[in-house]
């Protein structure tokens, strides 16, 4: 058995058709072809099956698939160990976070990182938690900042780092009929139009558990892409929402009126990364380097209705 044919293997299973697994990988596909039916021959099963359509895996297929994808993590994982043995200096990290956090918050501590180590490389993906959490499952990135869901706790093989703490705020358009109040409960906002951010979000799955624990749901009249457009929107009079500090401190034109919760609700950052694979030194690095860095530089303190009322307990980072 050679590693060649474990990489065709890999490639077909991957592909579902030879010719395409053939083209990926810079052979013909009659030699690819050849060395899947030796592997087969070795093994002395049937990998795939063969039609028209493609070739698709067996039952011996793809238990054998996942041995060949966990050696071939390994191997990676050993090839990226070498590199760091020169240190984080000239390392690759791969990460995915939030579009909370990508206004301000992360490049600020981009540029710090990048001042004390310029010789890492960045590739950098931005989702919500649901896509970032599925890119990190996958092995597409080794990072990722997400929202603390505690039902993803059942998941031993992710491991987590709080990073930020923030408690919601009511917001609500200027003139809204309770923009004058102290402070607001949960359930009065029952039968109120929400402004949220789109499914897959981690804080629309926090702001929904909250609101079906006081007995009713969310009625959603409009999504927006990220918590700058559900603030304008609100802003706008389209509806209520509850938003963090995080993203009430950066001002536009229009400004919704921001009450407190009656009852604090909080949104926890995370920094999430895979416990069972070997996470590289640079990675490790900018890990530590961003804890540190959000604990030193808190997000600012949004205001209340006027210019001069500002809510008095800042979102604090979590240790």
């Not at 997400?146 to 706790?153: E, K, N, S």
């Not at 004058?180 to 359930?187: D, F, G, I």
Request: glycine share 8%; net charge neutral; aromatic share 8%.
């Amino acid at each position: 058995m050679e590693l060649r044919q474990l990489e065709y293997f890999l490639a077909v299973a991957q592909e579902g058709n030879a010719t395409r697994a053939a083209r990926r990988l810079f052979t013909t596909q009659p030699s690819l072809s050849r060395q899947i039916q030796k592997l087969e021959e070795e093994l002395g099963a049937p990998l795939f099956d063969r039609t028209r359509r493609g070739m698709r895996l067996t039952a011996v297929g793809r238990t054998f698939l996942e041995y060949v994808e966990r050696g071939f993590n390994q191997f990676e994982a050993g090839r990226q160990a070498v590199r760091d043995l020169l240190g984080p200096e000239h390392g690759h990290v791969r990460m995915a976070f939030l579009p909370a956090v990508g206004a301000d918050l992360l490049p600020e501590a981009l540029a710090a990182f990048r001042a004390r180590y310029p010789g890492v490389q960045f590739t950098l993906r931005q989702s919500t938690t649901l896509e970032t959490l599925q890119w990190l499952e996958a092995g597409e990135v080794e990072l990722c900042i997400a929202t603390a869901l505690p039902y993803r706790r059942a998941d031993d093989r992710l491991a987590y780092l709080p990073l930020l703490v923030e408690p919601l705020y009511v917001a609500l358009p200027p003139e809204h009929r309770l923009a004058a109040a102290e402070t607001l409960a949960l359930a009065e906002l029952a039968d109120e139009p929400f402004v949220l951010v789109r499914r897959g979000s981690g804080l629309r799955g926090v702001i929904e558990a909250a609101c079906q624990q006081q007995g009713f749901l969310p009625a959603v009249a409009v999504e927006g892409g990220d918590l700058a457009t559900v603030r304008g929107l609100v802003a706008a009079g389209l509806g209520v929402s509850l938003l963090p500090a995080l993203a009430l401190h950066d001002w536009g034109r229009l400004r919704p009126a921001i009450v407190p919760l009656r009852d604090e609700l909080t949104w926890m950052i995370e920094l999430v990364w895979h416990a069972e694979r070997y996470l590289p030194a640079a990675t490790r690095a900018f890990r530590d380097f961003l804890r540190d860095y959000i604990a030193d530089h808190p997000p600012p303190r949004p205001r209340l209705r006027g210019p001069d009322r500002q809510i008095q307990k800042q979102g604090s980072p979590a240790g």
